[in-house]
């Protein structure tokens, strides 16, 4: 134990979207950077996991894949079993995963007992070997309304009480608490640490699978992460430059992997008829697209907020409501704050003109190149995320492996006594 490397599992349940995934990638890159005798491995079921690259010492390991419908229950993505079977499976595959790796720290994102409770008897379980248990947490989970009544049904508060040793919020308390509203005990108050935002950056050789639009001039991203849901700003941002064919800066739609098919051929067969805007399915390097840039449309997923800090763009935040109203609090405490712009397609002044909302766009999208830029606020630890989390894991995994020398000297002495 004393001379293995350090050993951090990382548990993402990944029922929809990107956002998990690549919060937790993020995470495992930093740390294999920050320490060459750390290796991560991360449990995922996302489907596209494989399409990503990873550093050496991080690897994954992938379980059944399940989708959230609309009335908020779970389906399996592939597998012809019933939920109740394919939770089983994937519960089975964490624990044995999780106790033949014997990882120093294991982070478990958002999910405190994971989906549908199938992270739970490993964390009993991890914690009976002394591993450090880690509850990591976005900026915002949703409204403190919903979210209290919904970790109640969980039943959650005795496992951030009794199994979890820290809790690690990927934000700043400025900006959000997470766990307003849940009337926490103190011993779990106690437990929290605000990291600040997670930086992201280029890496030296990053280069995306597609070539750079518009041959290198200016340009609109228009991206709402995996683009499950993101039809609503596509189709915005789109009816703006079809009424308004002299937009000054073209766009540029990264639509995601998870946009429908039939949508995004409707999308490309009118942008055919545009000279100024340009699509492209996916890229596992979006980093490059953002730092080219000059303006950010989005919808204002954790990542995506990350990156506009990361590469300070100028943004506009065009949140989903539903089923969540995360998206929503974080852009428009960022409004509050200066750090970006945000616009409603349900607001008063919309709702009276439905059929010229395309000009409220179009003039938010002139106006945005010129927009300020997050870094005019000056917001201190802002993204001192990834630094921070590399350095709770130093003293977590020290913590644990001081834990098993002490195990391992009181087993020693007993056994001396025995003989």
Same mark, same amino acid.
């Given at each position: 134990?004393?001379?293995?490397?350090?050993?951090?599992?990382?548990?993402?349940?990944?029922?929809?979207?990107?956002?998990?995934?690549?919060?937790?990638?993020?995470?495992?890159?930093?740390?294999?950077?920050?320490?060459?005798?750390?290796?991560?491995?991360?449990?995922?079921?996302?489907?596209?996991?494989?399409?990503?690259?990873?550093?050496?010492?991080?690897?994954?390991?992938?379980?059944?894949?399940?989708?959230?419908?609309?009335?908020?229950?779970?389906?399996?993505?592939?597998?012809?079993?019933?939920?109740?079977?394919?939770?089983?499976?994937?519960?089975?595959?964490?624990?044995?995963?999780?106790?033949?790796?014997?990882?120093?720290?294991?982070?478990?994102?958002?999910?405190?007992?994971?989906?549908?409770?199938?992270?739970?008897?490993?964390?009993?379980?991890?914690?009976?070997?002394? %591993?450090?248990?880690?509850? #990591?947490?976005?900026?915002?989970?949703? *409204?403190? @309304? !919903?979210? &209290?009544? =919904?970790?109640?049904?969980?039943?959650?508060?005795?496992?951030?009480?009794?199994?979890?040793?820290?809790?690690?919020?990927?934000?700043?308390?400025?900006?959000?608490?997470?766990?307003?509203?849940?009337?926490?005990?103190?011993?779990?108050?106690?437990?929290?640490?605000?990291?600040?935002?997670?930086?992201?950056?280029?890496?030296?050789?990053?280069?995306?699978?597609?070539?750079?639009?518009?041959?290198?001039?200016?340009?609109?991203?228009? %991206?709402?992460?995996?683009? #499950?849901?993101?039809?609503?700003?596509? *189709?915005? @941002? !789109?009816? &703006?430059? =079809?009424?308004?064919?002299?937009?000054?800066?073209?766009?540029?739609?990264?639509?995601?992997?998870?946009?429908?098919?039939?949508?995004?051929?409707?999308?490309?067969?009118?942008?055919?008829?545009?000279?100024?805007?340009?699509?492209?399915?996916?890229?596992?390097?979006?980093?490059?697209?953002?730092?080219?840039?000059?303006?950010?449309?989005?919808?204002?997923?954790?990542?995506?907020?990350?990156?506009?800090?990361?590469?300070?763009?100028?943004?506009?935040?065009?949140?989903?409501?539903?089923?969540?109203?995360?998206?929503?609090?974080?852009?428009?405490?960022?409004?509050?704050?200066?750090?970006?712009?945000?616009?409603?397609?349900?607001?008063?002044?919309?709702?009276?003109?439905?059929?010229?909302?395309?000009?409220?766009?179009?003039?938010?999208?002139?106006?945005?190149?010129?927009?300020?830029?997050?870094?005019?606020?000056?917001?201190?630890?802002?993204?001192?995320?990834?630094?921070?989390?590399?350095?709770?894991?130093?003293?977590?995994?020290?913590?644990?492996?001081?834990?098993?020398?002490?195990?391992?000297?009181?087993?020693?002495?007993?056994?001396?006594?025995?003989?």
């Amino acid at each position: 134990m004393a001379t293995r490397n350090r050993r951090v599992l990382i548990y993402s349940h990944d029922t929809f979207g990107l956002g998990h995934l690549r919060r937790c990638r993020a995470l495992a890159h930093s740390l294999v950077q920050h320490d060459p005798g750390v290796s991560v491995l991360i449990l995922s079921g996302s489907p596209i996991i494989g399409n990503f690259e990873f550093r050496e010492r991080v690897d994954f390991v992938r379980i059944p894949g399940v989708i959230k419908l609309q009335n908020g229950e779970y389906t399996p993505l592939k597998l012809p079993m019933d939920i109740e079977e394919t939770v089983a499976l994937r519960a089975n595959i964490i624990r044995h995963t999780a106790l033949s790796y014997e990882p120093d720290v294991f982070i478990v994102d958002k999910e405190p007992h994971g989906m549908r409770g199938e992270v739970l008897d490993t964390l009993i379980a991890l914690k009976e070997r002394g %591993t450090q248990l880690v509850l #990591g947490l976005r900026d915002i989970l949703d *409204d403190p @309304v !919903l979210l &209290a009544p =919904e970790w109640q049904n969980k039943n959650v508060l005795p496992t951030l009480e009794n199994l979890y040793d820290e809790i690690w919020i990927y934000g700043l308390p400025q900006v959000s608490n997470p766990l307003e509203g849940l009337n926490l005990p103190a011993k779990v108050a106690r437990k929290t640490v605000y990291t600040g935002y997670l930086r992201r950056a280029l890496r030296s050789n990053s280069q995306p699978l597609a070539e750079m639009p518009f041959e290198d001039k200016p340009y609109i991203l228009v %991206t709402a992460g995996g683009g #499950g849901d993101g039809e609503q700003v596509f *189709d915005w @941002v !789109l009816r &703006a430059y =079809e009424n308004d064919p002299a937009q000054p800066v073209p766009a540029f739609f990264v639509f995601g992997p998870f946009l429908d098919p039939d949508l995004q051929s409707q999308f490309n067969a009118r942008m055919a008829r545009l000279d100024n805007v340009d699509s492209i399915t996916f890229d596992n390097h979006p980093e490059a697209f953002i730092s080219n840039a000059s303006g950010i449309v989005a919808m204002g997923g954790y990542n995506t907020v990350c990156e506009i800090l990361s590469f300070d763009k100028p943004a506009l935040i065009v949140p989903r409501t539903r089923p969540r109203l995360e998206q929503f609090l974080r852009a428009s405490r960022m409004q509050e704050m200066g750090l970006v712009k945000m616009l409603m397609p349900d607001s008063p002044e919309i709702l009276d003109n439905p059929e010229e909302d395309w000009k409220i766009m179009a003039t938010a999208l002139r106006h945005l190149p010129q927009q300020s830029v997050p870094s005019d606020v000056i917001v201190p630890g802002l993204l001192d995320g990834l630094r921070n989390v590399n350095r709770l894991v130093d003293i977590a995994a020290s913590r644990r492996r001081e834990k098993m020398r002490v195990i391992a000297r009181e087993t020693r002495g007993r056994h001396a006594g025995q003989s």
